[in-house]
């Protein structure tokens, strides 16, 4: 009886040991096929041949479709010089604005190219090129209204809830009535709907050089300076640092052989970039 066990046990044992052994070979195949962020966003974008941008679409003259249906604007001209700088070519994705930022962390684009104003709760938690356009807040209300600036207190101010001037309006005392753009909320104030919005200058002297005869008026702030004019730039997710110095140099480029200025000149007829 013990001379048929002993060859069994031996066949048993070193099939115990293959399998052991074939166990310590898989880890390094497991640890393979765990996600590791072995490459740059910039190493990616390189790779692919494709910037992905997020833009709303609807916000003239930064991003919008022309007649022909062709997304165009200032934001949208700048981004392609950028992208053709950097050997890509820049890939748009419309979203609303306040979806655009939820579409950038879920990494549906690798940046925002909307007139994304600069200020201190994005910093926290975005990382932002350098600044592209320098423009002041204004505020839009019907040609009859007697309105002050800051006098929204008690009125109703149509805003997109997370711009600068929705924090704007709310700062001014205004009651909050949510669109999603710019174009909605002129809509609200020549209906009467509400009593104003607030937005930048360049988008409100836009409207009105395509629409002369609209029933508006433009309330600037009494006082212009350096620390109440707004900065816009592009916004990335953190830790993206490579491709924001690459974006940076295109940018440095841009400003020094004059093509910047040519862009903002197109569509403002004055240099603010």
């Known amino acids: 009886m013990k001379k048929v066990l002993l060859p069994f046990m031996i066949v048993l044992l070193a099939a115990v040991l293959v399998a052991c052994g074939g166990k310590e070979e898989s ?6 096929e765990k996600p590791a962020e072995q490459d740059g966003l910039l190493e990616e974008v390189l790779a692919n041949g494709v910037l992905n941008v997020g833009t709303e679409g609807t916000y003239a003259p930064f991003s919008f479709h022309d007649e022909s249906g062709k997304l165009t604007g200032y934001d949208v001209e700048v981004t392609q010089e950028v992208a053709k700088r950097l050997g ?3 890939k748009f994705f419309e979203t609303q604005w306040d979806a655009v930022f939820a579409g950038l962390d879920a990494k549906r684009f690798d940046m925002i190219a909307n ?5 201190e709760e994005r910093k926290a938690k975005y990382e932002f090129s350098q600044a592209y356009t320098h423009s002041n807040s204004v505020l839009v209300v019907r040609e009859d209204a ?13 805003q997109t809830l997370t ?7 709310k700062a001014n005392g205004a009651e ?5 753009g710019f174009n909605q909320g002129v809509d ?3 209906s009467k709907r509400v009593d104003g919005t607030y937005n930048d200058k360049l988008s409100a002297l836009d409207y009105l050089k395509q629409k002369p005869d609209a029933p508006i008026k433009v309330v600037e702030e009494e006082e212009i300076s350096e620390e109440n004019q707004s900065e816009s730039a592009f916004l990335f997710r953190q830790g993206n640092e490579d491709l924001i110095e690459e974006v940076n140099k295109a940018l440095d480029a841009m400003r ?12 403002f007829g004055e240099d603010v970039s």
């Open 163 to 169: 711009s600068n001037y929705g924090e704007l309006a």
């Open 256 to 267: 020094e052989d004059g093509t910047l200025k040519t862009i903002s000149e197109k569509w």
């Open 176 to 180: 909050i009535i949510k669109i999603d």
């Open 146 to 158: 007697d309105i002050a600036f800051d006098g929204m207190e008690g009125k109703k101010a149509a």
């Open 27 to 32: 880890k390094p195949n497991d640890s393979a």
């Open 88 to 90: 890509v070519e820049a």
């Open 188 to 190: 609200l104030v020549v």
């Open 115 to 119: 007139q994304v104003g600069v200020n």
